[in-house]
Antibody
């Protein structure tokens, strides 16, 4: 069974930094592109970033470009999101998501973790 | 404002058919697949429809998706109380450097 467990979400002041982690299991991690998607409580979904299965390609939403960095460690089956220059509008629940296609850059967002909460205040 | 446009709410009675629309443009829905997610209260989103009209294993046949031009629809036949949830559409957008874009979500109420 695919499992994605996010961690690292805490409270931080504006301008601060935070690193989110996602531990993956139940599938061959280095075969799949991974995503971060966030959701402000009571609001809709916002795609944040993706990193391809081979880490050769990364994409970012305009709202986080230049401030957030996505990375992965295939030897540890882990996905990360380094968040710098945090703003109040970055406050949200951050989901780690597995792609639905094997060894493709971005097929679709398939399986979701339960999320970790980031509060910037 | 979301790049993809969904009605904020929809409703129906048990057994009815309900449809939820998702409107985009040529840079997203017009040339790319559409995906639908169901988010039950207090839970993570779950993939409901992929590649416009495909259902993942375990998704009931009551759920179906379609796409025409720059719009897509999710249909739920035989509405059940457990279908009460938020529904989101998404598609890849080819403008600028590329990104995934979501609709604002539709809250479905089963009366």
């Amino acid at each position: 069974e695919v499992q994605l467990v996010e961690s690292g979400g805490v409270g931080v002041k504006p301008g601060g930094s935070l690193r989110l982690s996602c531990a993956a299991s139940g599938f061959t991690f280095d075969d799949y592109t991974m995503y971060w998607v966030r959701q402000v409580p009571g609001k809709g979904l916002e795609w944040v970033s993706l990193v391809s299965w081979d880490a050769d390609s990364t994409y970012y939403a305009d709202s986080v470009k230049g401030r957030f960095t996505i990375s992965r460690d295939n030897s540890k089956n882990s996905l990360y999101l380094q968040m710098d220059s945090l703003r109040t509008e970055d406050t949200a629940l951050y989901y780690c998501v597995k792609d639905g296609g094997r060894r493709v850059t971005a097929a679709y967002m398939d399986v979701w973790g339960n999320g970790t909460t980031v509060t910037v205040s | 404002q979301s790049v993809l446009t969904q009605p904020p709410s929809a409703s129906g009675t048990p057994g009815q058919r309900v449809t939820i629309s998702c409107s985009g443009s040529s840079s997203n829905i017009g040339y790319n697949y559409v995906y639908w997610y169901q988010q039950l209260p207090g839970t993570a989103p779950k993939l409901l429809i992929y590649r416009n009209d495909q259902r993942p294993a375990g998704v009931p046949a009551r759920f179906s998706g379609s796409k025409s031009g720059t719009s897509a629809s999710l249909a739920i036949n035989g509405l059940r109380s457990e279908d009460e949830a938020d529904y989101y559409c998404t598609s890849w957008d080819d403008s600028l450097s590329g990104s995934w874009v979501f609709g604002g979500g539709t809250k479905l109420t089963v009366l």
